[in-house]
């Protein structure tokens, strides 16, 4: 299969989360708080695909004549963003993820313009790099991207993972990604050459229902899959809108084989939408502190999965 014209590739993932730690052998660069895509740079046009390899230039249509930027055929693996006053918002690029009306879509760009952020060149005129080592291809990116305000080159530190995880904390920026210097691109893999060390946790979940806690208040049920039934994991409240859940569809019965204690007045919905609850780190198996921040068109409610 020819990766380029069958769109047959699928992003390396993120093994897990990690303490910060310095080591020569890795380098560091800021996490950013966006949608992660691949990019099919062609010589006359550019597509877009989520994790899930679904289009998304017709949600972030500025960004259809990236293509000019990269000097030859390739595909990059980056994130879609929307800066405001110079931070990721996740807030508006998820706003722009849900639109379908294409006037509202246009409107949006122009009010909020997306960039698209590469951090990595797994093809390139022809030839897939995803077996050369990752410093190797982080020269070939470099080489290869003409920077503007619609596509930029993430930038990296070597060895000092600690300094660059503080200089992150400090500006209150979602935390940063740690990747071996020798990994090679383990295309929809998770591996331990990638790494994370985040300011605040987050975790995507399964929405199972919801319970009206006030006139503008509302409680997110969370869920999981585990051995193939739903597994209840607790409440989202904070950061939750009636638009959240305007977009819900009611379900008949509990998508529980028992009912969790305190759900008695949950309206239960067709757990077909996955979220992002952002949360403080703990040892214990509960959510601290968390805070709803949006919905993820880009993944699977199937793969949201748990062993507890």
């Given at each position: 299969m020819e ?5 047959g590739?699928?992003?390396?993932l993120i ?5 910060a730690?310095?080591?020569?052998d ?5 996490k950013?708080?966006?949608?992660r ?5 062609d010589?006359?046009?550019v597509?877009f ?6 289009q998304m ?5 500025e960004l ?7 000097g030859?055929r ?9 800066l405001?006053d ?10 722009r993820?849900?639109l379908?009306?294409r006037f509202?879509i246009e409107l ?5 313009p997306?960039s ?7 093809y390139k005129?022809?030839q897939?790099l995803?077996?050369e080592?990752?410093?190797e291809r982080?020269?070939?990116?470099s080489q ?15 060895t ?8 992150a ?5 979602e935390?940063?990604?740690a990747k071996?210097k020798e990994?090679?691109?383990?295309m929809?893999?998770r591996?331990?050459d990638?790494?994370?060390?985040k300011?605040m946790?987050?975790e995507?979940f399964i929405?199972?229902?919801y319970?009206?806690k006030?006139?503008?208040t509302?409680s997110?049920v969370l ?7 739903l ?10 809108t009636?638009?959240d ?5 009611d379900?008949?019965?509990?998508p529980?084989?028992?009912?969790p204690p305190?759900n ?5 919905v067709?757990p ?8 403080m ?11 709803f921040?949006g ?14």
């Amino acid at each position: 299969m020819e990766l380029f014209t069958e769109r047959g590739a699928s992003p390396m993932l993120i093994a897990q989360q990690m303490e910060a730690f310095d080591s020569p052998d890795w380098i560091y660069e800021l996490k950013m708080d966006g949608f992660r895509c691949l990019a099919y740079m062609d010589r006359d046009s550019v597509d877009f695909r989520n994790k899930r390899n679904m289009q998304m230039l017709s949600k972030f249509p500025e960004l259809r004549e990236a293509y000019r930027n990269a000097g030859d055929r390739c595909i990059l693996d980056g994130e879609v963003v929307v800066l405001v006053d110079g931070m990721p918002d996740f807030y508006r690029l998820q706003k722009r993820t849900l639109l379908t009306d294409r006037f509202k879509i246009e409107l949006e760009s122009k009010r909020f313009p997306a960039s698209f952020v590469a951090f990595d060149c797994i093809y390139k005129g022809g030839q897939e790099l995803v077996w050369e080592p990752l410093m190797e291809r982080k020269q070939i990116l470099s080489q290869l991207v003409r920077e503007d305000s619609k596509i930029a080159v993430s930038r990296y530190v070597e060895t000092e993972g600690r300094a660059v995880y503080h200089a992150a904390d400090e500006k209150k920026l979602e935390g940063i990604v740690a990747k071996r210097k020798e990994s090679i691109y383990l295309m929809g893999k998770r591996t331990k050459d990638w790494v994370k060390f985040k300011r605040m946790a987050d975790e995507e979940f399964i929405v199972a229902g919801y319970i009206r806690k006030g006139a503008h208040t509302f409680s997110l049920v969370l869920a999981k899959y585990r051995d193939g039934e739903l597994a209840y994991q607790g409440h989202v409240t904070s950061g939750v809108t009636a638009a959240d859940i305007a977009g819900l569809s009611d379900a008949e019965r509990s998508p529980f084989q028992a009912l969790p204690p305190g759900n008695g007045d949950a309206v239960w919905v067709k757990p077909d939408r996955v979220c992002v609850v952002e949360y403080m780190p703990n040892t214990k198996n509960a959510l601290r502190q968390p805070v709803f921040k949006g919905y993820r068109e880009d993944v699977f409610p199937m793969d949201v999965k748990t062993e507890r």
